[in-house]
Nanobody
Framework: VQLQASGGGLVQPGGSLRLSCAAS????????IGWFRQAPGKEHEGVIC????????YSADSVKGRFTISRDNAKNTAYLQMSSLKPEDTAVYYC???????????????WGQGTLVTVSS
């Protein structure tokens, strides 16, 4: 089982970035995908998730209206589109797979290695 998060980098405030989460080794469309982030000195924070079929999504209040999640089950890949980025969005972003779309880490069995997003001028 492998989840590979990519697409992080340095972006200016107000900018956009798209992260990808490529999966292998399990039945991708059975599982929800969640994106979590961890800023230095802070706990993991659930950002956004999407159900296996893509019909259900949840997002944290801190990113509502700015971040969207999607998935292409034919490509075993999920995406996190981030716009109107703020310095407080700076964190390592992780994707994870689990049976239920939720914004807590409980129930996510597989985790990617993380990709760093830095929002700074």
């Amino acid at each position: 089982v492998q989840l590979q998060a990519s697409g992080g980098g340095l972006v200016q405030p107000g900018g956009s970035l798209r992260l990808s989460c490529a999966a292998s080794g399990f039945t991708f469309d059975y599982d929800a995908i969640g994106w979590f982030r961890q800023a230095p000195g802070k706990e993991h924070e659930g950002v956004i998730c999407i159900s296996g079929s893509g019909s259900i999504t949840y997002s944290a209040d801190s990113v509502k209206g700015r971040f969207t999640i999607s998935r292409d089950n034919a490509k075993n890949t999920a995406y996190l589109q981030m716009s109107s980025l703020k310095p407080e969005d700076t964190a390592v972003y992780y994707c994870a797979a689990g049976r239920i779309c939720r914004l807590t880490t409980r129930g996510y069995n597989y985790w990617g290695q993380g990709t760093l997003v830095t929002v700074s001028s």
